[in-house]
């Protein structure tokens, strides 16, 4: 792919994206004003859970699909391409629900020995059967960014964000929202709806983009093989995710009990996380969205360039990326830096929330450009050195958060510092692995 053509599709997933989270902060905004801070902080807890799912069944699968049918697609081997595409959903289709049934049988509890609130129990079943659509829907999307197709799946997400929305709306306004529980439930239930259209919609686009490739007569591999391919790739990545959303759901879960040990009451605690993580850190990380569009481009145009030897094109466009990564997150610090607290009355109706946008904001150059760095080297194939960097930086979460929160002076900052420590550390040692392989001038 040239340079233009790069920016385009770039250009144009970041559009789209920029539709699908503008939706999706309208949704976590209209969920805010109905449910409060506490309401807010008890969604946050349930994420985490349904992150650590997700990460065991399709972890690294939409980068190792997209990269696999990215070289088939270069290659004109399309039988390859199309017997890939269905020995990994029929082998995902079948993986997921033997996981995620074991899952809705103990759902009870770990809404109460895990969440330990059991406020979180329907919501949690919800999201469960979710995740079987967002496994196979990965790799459908998988195949269209492989294929370059980046529209499609951009495409229906926001269908799926406005369907979302629209039924948030509908029940809210039709239903007698008598507790926090039931509002909860209510956002996964339409959750639900929402992947299971999602799901719906790729399929068709799929088989209508199927039927009109042309196949050639070329040796056709293996099932076992094919498999191989891709869980060669996206199994350092499933481990990656995995340890990542492992002690994600650590931190996430200790929070409560570390802002007790802090002095604070348990609805109090739920409501700091709600203001810090469910809002503040949406506003300063909501142009995230323009990064990970970006990546979802480079990772296939990185696979596709090595595969054609053009190193050249490799480094000009991470030199590219990187500088744009961290351009941006300056931007926006200085942005929620100097109108933290009109960005916080403005999207939530709340006084209570610009020196947490402020705090956190400080972040965004380090964690924007150590996530491109991330997509660099994910086209470079180190996924290994991915899961060996994402370990150390885990890790060092859990730790920082279990000290830092729990002392009543800085309380949930420590959120922020851990945040702002490990973004700066990310950054460091991924473009140290990257100046291994090509020569980056900033």
């Not at 339409?190 to 686009?205: D, K, Q």
């Not at 056709?220 to 350092?236: G, K, M, R």
């Not at 922020?416 to 700066?424: Q, V």
């Amino acid at each position: 792919m040239n340079g233009t053509a790069f920016y385009k599709k770039s250009s144009l997933l970041i559009l789209t994206n920029l539709s699908t989270g503008i939706l999706n902060f309208l949704f976590s905004v209209l969920l805010s004003r109905r449910i409060g801070a506490e309401g807010m902080g008890l969604y946050s807890l349930v994420l985490p859970i349904s992150s650590l799912l997700l990460s065991i069944l399709s972890g690294g699968l939409l980068i190792a699909v997209s990269k696999q049918i990215a070289y088939y697609h270069t290659k004109k081997e399309m039988n390859n391409l199309h017997k890939t595409m269905k020995t990994t959903i029929i082998f995902n289709l079948i993986f997921s629900f033997f996981l995620i049934l074991i899952a809705y049988l103990f759902s009870y509890h770990i809404s109460v020995y895990l969440v330990k609130d059991e406020r979180t129990l329907y919501a949690l079943r919800f999201i469960f059967i979710s995740i079987i659509f967002m496994t196979v829907s990965n790799t459908y999307k998988g195949y269209f960014f492989g294929t370059k197709n980046v529209f499609v799946p951009a495409f229906i997400d926001v269908v799926e964000k406005a369907i979302r929305i629209f039924l948030l709306l509908i029940i809210f306004k039709t239903t007698v929202v008598s507790s926090v529980q039931l509002s909860i439930t209510i956002a996964y239930v339409v959750f639900f709806i929402g992947e299971l259209t999602s799901f719906i919609l790729l399929y068709i686009y799929y088989q209508l983009d199927k039927k009109g490739g042309h196949h050639l007569s070329e040796r056709v591999e293996d099932s076992l093989q094919l498999l191989y391919n891709i869980f060669s790739i996206s199994i350092p990545l499933m481990i990656t995710e995995f340890i990542s959303s492992s002690l994600f759901t650590i931190s996430a879960l200790i929070l409560p009990r570390r802002l007790l040990k802090a002095g604070f009451l348990y609805h109090e605690g739920l409501a700091l996380i709600g203001r810090f993580i469910s809002m503040s850190m949406q506003i300063v990380f909501f142009p995230m969205i323009i990064i990970f569009s970006i990546s979802t481009v480079l990772i296939p145009d990185i696979s596709s360039s090595l595969a054609n030897g053009d190193y050249y094109t490799v480094e000009k466009r991470t030199s590219q990326v990187i500088k744009i990564s961290f351009v941006l997150g300056l931007i926006i610090m200085v942005i929620c830096f100097f109108n933290g607290d009109l960005l916080g009355k403005v999207i939530y109706h709340r006084n209570d929330l610009g020196h947490y946008i402020r705090f956190i904001a400080f972040s965004a150059p380090f964690l924007y450009t150590s996530s491109i760095m991330r997509g660099v080297l994910n086209g470079l194939g180190k996924q290994k050195i991915i899961l060996k960097y994402s370990l150390m930086i885990s890790l060092l979460q859990v730790v920082l958060l279990y000290i830092l929160v729990a002392i009543p002076k800085i309380n949930i900052y420590g959120f922020g510092i851990t945040i702002i420590l490990t973004s700066c550390l990310s950054l460091l040692l991924y473009f140290k692995e990257i100046r291994r392989e090509f020569y980056i001038i900033l």
